[in-house]
């Protein structure tokens, strides 16, 4: 990770131990969000293109290369005990599978809390509008970083 990007400094500052899974992966779809390598972790590889178009060639070459980023941005970002138990890995959708099996409870936990605070959210009397509705956006990210699905029309309803 180079030094002078701020987003990987983020990484740095954080790096994977354990207690801080949560942190650590929100941080980290950031980065791989800003660096346009998340697609990797949600989209299965293309098969290996043989005799054809270029652009099958093109979309392969750009997730095999992106998959390598983002296995680096991962490996970079854990501690060094984390970083050998996962440097063999084939891609970073195993990588994250593995840590997700080590620390998902945390990840379910955060979920939870996340989820009662959105449902128990109320506009308190005399704050704006435009606060109740950045708190409410606020909570709904914070679950979809956290692997909640809760699709558009939903989140919608639950601000008005």
């Known amino acids: 990770m180079s030094s002078f990007n701020p987003l990987t400094s983020i990484l740095n500052q954080n790096k994977l131990e354990g207690p801080n899974y ?5 941080n980290l779809d950031f980065v791989l ?13 293309p098969e290996k293109p043989e005799n054809t178009t270029d652009d099958r060639v093109k979309a392969y070459d750009k997730w095999v ?19 050998h138990q996962h440097q063999s890995m084939g891609s970073a ?10 620390f998902g ?18 506009m308190a009397e005399g704050s ?25 029309e939903s989140q919608v309803e639950m601000v008005l």
Do not use: P
Request: proline share 0%; with cysteine.
């Open 22 to 26: 949560v942190d650590w992966k929100r």
């Open 33 to 45: 969000t800003a660096e346009s390598y998340k697609f990797v972790i949600t989209e299965e590889c």
């Open 65 to 83: 290369k992106a998959d390598e980023m983002a296995r680096c941005y991962i490996l970079a970002s854990m501690a060094n005990v984390l970083q």
């Open 93 to 102: 959708y195993d990588m994250l599978e593995s840590l997700k099996e080590m």
């Open 105 to 122: 409870e945390q990840n379910r936990t955060a979920k939870q809390t996340a989820m009662k605070a959105l449902l128990n959210t109320k």
């Open 128 to 152: 704006s509008v435009r606060d109740h509705v950045l708190k409410i956006m606020s909570l709904l990210n914070e679950l979809e970083v956290l692997g909640a699905v809760i699709d558009k």
